[in-house]
């Protein structure tokens, strides 16, 4: 079945050190979207990319889609202690419906 | 705070048993999906409303369904629950580009 991929599972990291997850769908995607869970919390949207090849960035966050719409990438410049949380991308499936699949998160966790 | 509002926050039921659980969408928002998440797991597309339609559905039986309200209010019923079924369960309403979540609502099957 459809599925999206994040690699790595979890990642410790120093705080100060650069982070990146990578997301890889199964099937095309319509667009990708990216969001942040605390622990005990809910998900909250970062960023939202439409086109293939686009880049953007927030701050010390960097988002790419890929050429193909299949993959994605997060990365976190000078990682912070209050970047600590998952890390989920989550994309719609071209499909006849409407469907919309999360990936499997990446877990960041930041030493002081 | 999202806008988005969910109750019960927790709630305990039994094999066998059915649930409603309830979600008030953002202002302005026509559109309500609801998520699965397991412990541990990334959350899972049970459906999506859209004024009042399902135009979506994730991989889930027919035992999940739910209903969209005039003033885009949503809830999702579970019936013959399963100890599976154990989860948090989140509605997100959707703006353009953009999905806000509820608190989500805790499910403990026993």
Redo the contacts between chains.
């Keep these: ?1 459809q599925q999206v991929m994040q690699i790595p599972q979890y990642q410790h990291v120093q705080e100060g050190e650069d982070f990146t997850t990578y997301c890889n769908s199964s099937t095309t995607l319509s667009n990708i ?1 990216w969001y942040k869970q605390r622990p005990g ?5 970062l960023i ?1 990319l439409v086109k293939s090849g686009e880049v953007k960035k927030q701050k010390r966050l960097t988002f790419q889609f890929g050429e193909a719409k299949k993959n994605s990438s997060l990365h976190i410049t000078a990682t912070q202690t209050t970047d600590v949380g998952t890390y ?1 991308c ?1 994309g719609i499936v071209n499909s006849g ?9 990446t877990r960041l966790k930041v030493l002081a | 705070e999202t806008g988005v509002t969910q109750s019960p926050t927790h709630l305990i039921k039994t094999r066998g048993q059915q649930v409603t659980l309830r979600c008030s969408s953002q202002s302005g928002h026509n559109t309500v ?1 609801w ?1 699965q998440q397991a412990l541990g ?5 049970i459906f ?1 409303y859209y004024r009042e339609e399902e ?5 889930f039986p027919p035992r999940f369904s739910g209903l969209q309200f005039p003033n885009y209010s949503s809830e999702l019923n579970v019936n013959a629950l399963e100890l599976d079924d154990s989860a948090l369960y ?1 509605c ?1 309403s959707a703006g353009y ?8 609502t805790r499910l403990t099957v026993l």
């Design positions: 079945g979207q919390g809910h998900p909250v949207f939202q989920f989550a419906t409407y469907k919309y699949i999360f990936g499997t998160g | 999906s998520y797991q990334g959350p899972q597309f999506q135009n979506g559905r994730g991989n989140l997100a580009n953009e999905q806000f979540f509820g608190p989500g």
